[in-house]
């Protein structure tokens, strides 16, 4: 199974990308291969869509490739970040369809939880995606890392897109 995550977090450590990356162990300890994609990496003017760029034309393909799509995000003005709004908007209309979307969101405090339920979700969806299980996570549950309880939550999302990626691959077998 194909799984892309992808880092909305303009900060290359960040709370986001922490969790992020534990999903994608946690996927790679089951056999499935991923891919990172890093927004902050890829080159602005493409993204705003000034010119074209190789790098963001492959990241699309990718995540048009895989079955299971994760994405990350710090929480800006109560919601996910721009640049991981400008990516998605380069996706084309029902891409997700058939895929497994994870969203994992991050903020200041338990208040911005309602942000992963109101907007980030809604953005898988509108593309086509399965939403399970999303994932947020806050300050006060990063003291040295994120806390057990955190950790627990995002192996039970990818637990989750994992079964129900395989009960759809059953229900189309003949």
Same mark, same amino acid.
């Given at each position: 199974?194909?799984?892309?995550?992808?880092?909305?977090?303009?900060?290359?450590?960040?709370?986001?990308?922490? #969790?992020?990356?534990?999903?994608?162990?946690?996927?790679?300890?089951?056999?499935?291969?991923?891919? $990172?994609?890093?927004?902050?990496?890829?080159?602005?003017?493409?993204?705003?869509? =000034? =010119?074209?760029?190789?790098? #963001?034309?492959? *990241?699309?393909?990718?995540?048009?490739?895989?079955?299971?799509?994760?994405?990350?995000?710090?929480?800006? @003005? *109560?919601?996910?970040?721009? $640049? $991981?709004?400008?990516?998605?908007?380069?996706?084309?209309?029902?891409?997700?369809?058939?895929?497994?979307? &994870?969203? &994992?969101?991050?903020?200041?405090?338990?208040?911005? =939880?309602?942000?992963?339920?109101?907007?980030?979700?809604?953005?898988?969806?509108?593309?086509?995606?399965?939403?399970?299980?999303?994932?947020?996570?806050?300050?006060?549950?990063?003291?040295?890392?994120?806390?057990?309880?955190?950790?627990? @939550?995002?192996? =039970? *999302?990818?637990?989750?897109?994992? *079964?129900?990626?395989?009960?759809?691959?059953?229900?189309?077998?003949?």
């Amino acid at each position: 199974m194909d799984a892309v995550l992808i880092s909305g977090s303009p900060s290359a450590s960040s709370k986001s990308r922490t #969790l992020l990356e534990r999903a994608q162990a946690q996927l790679e300890a089951v056999g499935c291969s991923t891919i $990172l994609i890093d927004l902050a990496t890829l080159s602005a003017d493409a993204l705003l869509g =000034r =010119r074209t760029d190789d790098q #963001l034309r492959s *990241a699309v393909e990718t995540v048009g490739r895989a079955q299971v799509v994760v994405a990350s995000s710090p929480t800006y @003005r *109560a919601t996910y970040s721009g $640049l $991981l709004k400008t990516f998605f908007d380069l996706l084309p209309q029902d891409c997700l369809v058939g895929k497994i979307g &994870i969203p &994992i969101l991050t903020g200041g405090g338990p208040w911005h =939880r309602l942000a992963l339920d109101h907007s980030f979700s809604p953005l898988f969806t509108s593309l086509g995606a399965t939403v399970v299980n999303g994932v947020y996570g806050h300050d006060g549950q990063f003291k040295n890392g994120p806390d057990a309880a955190l950790l627990e @939550r995002v192996d =039970r *999302a990818i637990d989750d897109a994992l *079964a129900v990626a395989r009960a759809s691959s059953e229900a189309m077998k003949p």
